[in-house]
């Protein structure tokens, strides 16, 4: 199944039905760290853009901007927004695992747990790999990723969005065991008097810190700050996500006997 293809249809009015959407919410961290890291950010990449909401801030500001995402459709919503206004922002179809851009860029984001799509270490390493090539010397890395909480809080029930146009369902499991969760998605769209019935599905991987600092190291990066925190108000979990701020330190990855699996 091609994920987020039936998801993207509602992806936007999902996000409005819970509240303000996930990129509105990290807008004000994401600037306070740039702030306070002093990053000099006149161009950027946000991986796994969706439908590039947070792109088309960052390109609003005069930021030469690229976003790249996996799902056709998840873009396709995104080339919408953009279509008629005359922004600097590229979006294109690509694999985070082995993406590649035209110019290096000051500073890469990647939110709203996009990293945890992947499902192996060796998957996200590949991307920290390929993040550390698209940016310049010294640049920056932001991310957020789910914790274990998030997982066990949020990913072990069945939710339900109701809209007068959309019925979503979400039926979640987590395995801790194998760190695995995944999100069946039962999508009732309203077409005149009718609902038609989709479904999705949406994987995702706990990442242990230590799973995570490791590829960070491997791939170049030198973590400046990490913490945890819980975006959502109307959540009353502590720590349901990390965030992190990374740097590039280095143009060169480890030595090829360096033992990368584990942590
Ligand atoms: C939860 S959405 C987040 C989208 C956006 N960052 C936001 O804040 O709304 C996760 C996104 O990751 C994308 N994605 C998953 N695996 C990917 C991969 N291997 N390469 C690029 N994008 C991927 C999905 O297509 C989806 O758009």
């Known amino acids: 199944m091609n994920a987020y293809a039936a998801f ?16 509105h919410l990290i807008l004000p961290k994401l600037d306070r760290t740039i702030e306070k890291h002093h990053i000099k950010v006149e161009s950027m990449v946000d991986v796994a853009c969706g439908t590039g909401t947070l792109a088309l801030v960052m390109a609003g500001r005069g930021i030469r901007t690229f976003g790249i995402d996996l799902s056709e459709e998840m873009l396709k919503r995104a080339k919408a927004k953009v279509r008629g206004r005359n922004l600097p922002l590229t979006l294109s179809r690509q694999d985070m695992r082995n993406f590649r851009l035209a110019t290096r860029v000051d ?4 939110f709203f747990n996009s990293l945890n799509h992947l499902l192996t270490f060796e998957d996200l390493l590949d991307t920290f ?3 550390h090539e698209a940016l310049k010397d010294d640049g920056y890395f932001i991310f957020d990723l789910n914790n274990r909480r998030c997982f066990k809080a949020l990913w072990t029930k069945t939710s339900v969005a109701h809209q007068e146009d959309f019925t979503l ?17 039962t999508i ?19 990442f242990l810190d230590g799973e995570v600092r490791r590829a960070l190291r491997n791939a170049g990066f030198q973590v400046v700050e990490k913490q945890n925190f819980n ?5 009353p979990f502590k720590g349901l996500k990390s965030f992190w ?19």
Not at 245 to 263: D, F, T
Request: glycine share 4%.
């Open 107 to 110: 500073l890469t984001t990647c």
């Open 169 to 185: 369902i979400m039926e979640n499991h987590f395995d801790p065991g194998s760190h695995l969760a995944r999100a069946s998605l």
């Open 231 to 235: 975006p959502f108000s109307h959540l």
């Open 188 to 206: 009732f769209q309203r077409k005149g008097k009718t609902f038609w019935r989709e479904q999705d599905m949406i994987q995702e991987r706990w």
């Open 129 to 131: 790999r390929s993040v």
């Open 245 to 263: 701020v990374c740097r590039k330190v280095s143009s060169r990855y480890p030595p090829a006997n360096e033992k990368l699996i584990g942590c």
């Open 8 to 23: 993207a249809k509602i992806y936007d009015r999902w996000q409005e039905a819970l509240g303000t959407p996930f990129s």
